[in-house]
């Protein structure tokens, strides 16, 4: 949604693997297991958002940082140009420990080399792997990527709400570890799609019964949460797994803004079109939580731009139908899928009648119908009674609301993570 206006606003701020791995010895393989992900949308313009996706980078290095879920003795960097209309021709990249904001740890600065090169092509389309890096990493901790763009790009691949602070400057700054160089500050994530790590130490962080893919809007985003932090829900559901001697990567397949019906120019392509790719795509997968149809529900009742066109009113049999749809698809693939019911919004400037009936049915459907695996009721542990004497009204606790009353604080996003039956995923 907009700043003023839906859930998957961001005020402020099968895939196409053009390299693979080496093949590992048929005796004793070492498969890569992902550590980190981001699901990729098309160059927007967002007047409430800014970022760079439509102009792209030309004499740029481009730095971005992410936190890993799973430990490792090497990584390899996955880029993504799904959305680009020509090759992009990447100059050069690095990869280190961030030492906060622009800055990286000077002895971890490692070259990223693809097929023993350092300067590498990614299709219109296409995704592409780095070369292993020997850097060792251990689950949640921070992780710098830098990218150096010597010619113009084009438009550019990104995630819009990142959560985090992007870094750019003009020229080479691949191997510089302070932050000077790098003036220009953004929110969103430009060409990077993932990072896998290799060696997982039996029984260590991320090296679990696979990972767990947390796919659906802004409230899986995090938006609301404090930047920087690494506060999302899937970061909390990691974190509590971790805790509780049951590690297990949890990747973040959300997109603000998404709906399960409907593309959008801004918040990316639905559900239905893109949960092969985004929820099913790393063949480490053994679980997916979805949570999806806040958008579906909230943006027919709220202004039109080219964001949030078309949104036609939606019945909760149709969601309800594109749910089924994902479950379909995850079964197929021998993955567990878990259902998440849609928490309350009342007090978000365009909430309905219509909407609300709508948001109760789709969750009662995914309470009691036994068609996903399990269920994490978000909706019962985050909602609260608007008014004592209308019980059926209810609303998020004011204990976990963000100031819009639809997005959640860092306590909320906890409580999200916790309300997860770890025996369900």
């Given at each position: ?254 997109i603000g803004g998404n709906k399960v019906l409907g593309d959008s120019e801004c ?110 009721d978000f909706d019962r542990v985050l909602a609260a009674p608007v008014d004592p ?37």
């Amino acid at each position: 949604m907009t700043t003023k206006t839906f859930a998957l606003a961001l005020p402020l701020a099968a895939l196409v693997a053009a390299t693979a791995a080496s093949p590992a010895p048929a005796a004793h393989p070492a498969p890569w297991h992902s550590a980190w992900n981001a699901s990729q949308q098309a160059p927007a313009h967002t007047t409430w958002y800014p970022n760079w996706s439509e102009g792209g980078f030309d004499n740029h290095s481009v730095r971005q940082t992410i936190r890993v879920g799973a430990e490792g003795s090497e990584l390899r960097v996955r880029l993504s140009n799904a959305f680009g209309t020509t090759p992009l021709r990447l100059t050069g990249a690095t990869v280190a420990r961030s030492a906060g904001g622009a800055a990286v740890q000077p002895d971890t600065v490692r070259p990223l080399r693809f097929k023993g090169s350092g300067a590498a092509t990614v299709p219109t389309g296409g995704e592409l792997s780095s070369d292993p890096v020997a850097l060792p990493v251990r689950a949640f901790e921070q992780l710098t990527v830098t990218f150096y763009f010597q010619g113009a790009t084009g438009p550019a691949t990104f995630h819009n709400v990142a959560m985090t602070t992007s870094y750019r400057a003009t020229g080479d700054h691949l191997g510089d570890p302070a932050a000077d160089a790098f003036s220009e500050a953004g929110f969103s994530w430009y060409y990077l799609a993932g990072v896998d790590v290799k060696n997982l130490r039996p029984g260590g962080p991320g090296g679990g019964r696979g990972a767990v893919v947390a796919f659906g809007d802004s409230l899986t985003d995090g938006y609301g949460a404090t930047p920087g932090a690494d506060r999302r829900y899937p970061d909390e559901l990691a974190e509590r797994l971790a805790s509780q001697g049951r590690p297990r990567t949890v990747l973040n397949a959300g997109i603000g803004g998404n709906k399960v019906l409907g593309d959008s120019e801004c918040f990316g392509e639905s559900a239905l079109a893109r949960f092969r790719r985004d929820a099913l795509g790393r063949p480490d997968v053994a679980t997916v939580v979805v949570l999806e149809g806040t958008n579906d529900i909230v943006m027919p009742d709220g202004p039109a731009d080219h964001c949030t066109t078309p949104s036609p009113e939606v019945t909760a049999a149709e969601i309800i139908a594109g749910h089924r749809q994902l479950i379909r698809e995850a079964r197929t693939r021998g993955v567990r899928v878990i259902g998440a019911t849609i928490p309350p919004y009342h007090g978000f400037e365009h909430w309905t009648e219509r909407g609300e009936k709508v948001r109760k049915a789709v969750n009662e459907w995914i309470r009691t119908s036994g068609a996903y695996d399990g269920v994490a009721d978000f909706d019962r542990v985050l909602a609260a009674p608007v008014d004592p004497a209308h019980p059926e009204a209810v609303a998020i606790k004011q204990e976990y609301a963000f100031g819009d009353r639809i997005h959640l604080n860092d306590a909320g996003y906890r409580a999200m993570a916790e309300a997860v039956d770890l025996n369900s995923l």
